[in-house]
């Protein structure tokens, strides 16, 4: 059966074993997270020459690290001696990376450059130390975020995420000077649900906020939080399976937070946003909106709340989550979108542990055998193929849909079905030129 077969884009209708089989998920490790560019990165973290995070692709663990050339490294976190686990820190300023079970050294570029009885190995015929180093995936930046891929035959970066970088500026590039994730580290959390929950959730669900966020946003905001329900400003837009849903309304997730300083703040930015962006884009800033990257990295603007839900198994995801701001923004402010973004989209947030609730039970349900085989409805409303003047990509406007997560969705099947790249469409590139990788 091929992976379309279990996609029903056009009516909208999903079978619930892409959320549970053993076997859909190893196929989504090779097809979907070992092709992909992912997310590994902001350039801040590894700002100086040495220092380094570790994160995963797919399930495999990788180092990202700034080497000596000022250059950033991706590379396997797995000794390739006997296969251990070579850094064991979340993050750190090193010079080298030593496996604990025999001492071979590795470089900031994941070269192997020696181990003990050295000389032994180079009396072996046909033994080179460049063949054992860990193994390097192909690094690329877009304003400050750094991918990876471990796919040679991957587009470039600029190829893969398209005219999505139009609207990844409105949070990358609102201000002059670039951003940050503040420093501290992630927060990381294990849900029992399967990935693609909350990556479709942030590709395109508002809808689920008018329900499961009640509680949480009436206080802070009034009755349906006034912006969510206002159709007429409201926009799904999908470029190569990356969505982006929006309310035209610069501080609706903002102003969830609670915080009127905060909010003061912001709107003393508007105009230089706006000047810089324009007044679409302006919008978008801190606006009741949530955007996924395919296939795994998400994000809330307004919060600032990046994340990526790493698979961890068919039923289980790690989320790790940073709060990104603008470099210039003043370091007060800073702290309040740290505490504002921990209120409600964190661990312990009130917002995210609504959503943590859902997602494990939507997956968890899948344990009984007549579930499992029934099929869940993506149904709301029909895709409308619209054009907006001025704006890239499929664009969605003025009603609630699930036309973002059918987009993912088909993207999702174009991978799990594609032989090679060639077999997975990208959009032309209209907006942004091409940056160097
Ligand atoms: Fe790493 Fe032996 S497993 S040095
Ligand atoms: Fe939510």
Redesign the pocket.
Known sequence: MKAADYVDVQFGAIDRRIFWDPAIYERELEQIFARSWLFVAHESQVAEPGAFVTTYMGQDSVIVARGDSGAINVFLNS?P????R?CFADSGQSRAFT?N????AFGLDGGLKK?PKMGLYKSTPGFRMEDWGLKAARVAEYKGLVFATFDPDAPSLDDYLGDFRWYLDAVLDAEEGGTEFLPGGATRSVMNCNWKFPADNFVGDIYHALWTHLGGAEPTLGRHGGVIVDNEGSYQVSVNGHGWEFNDSFLGNAATMGDRELLRYMKSRQDKIAARLGDFRMKMWGSVASATVFPNFSFLPGYFTFRTFQPKGPTKTEIHAWTLVPKTMPDDIKDRFRRGSMRTFSPSGMLEMDDGENWEHSTSANAGFVTRNQKLCYAMAPVAEQVEEGLPGHVTRGQLSDANQRYFYKRWAEFMDAKSWSDIPLAPRTRVPEAAE
């Open positions: 000794c001696h006997r296969g251990n070579v496996c079970y025999h001492g071979w181990m």
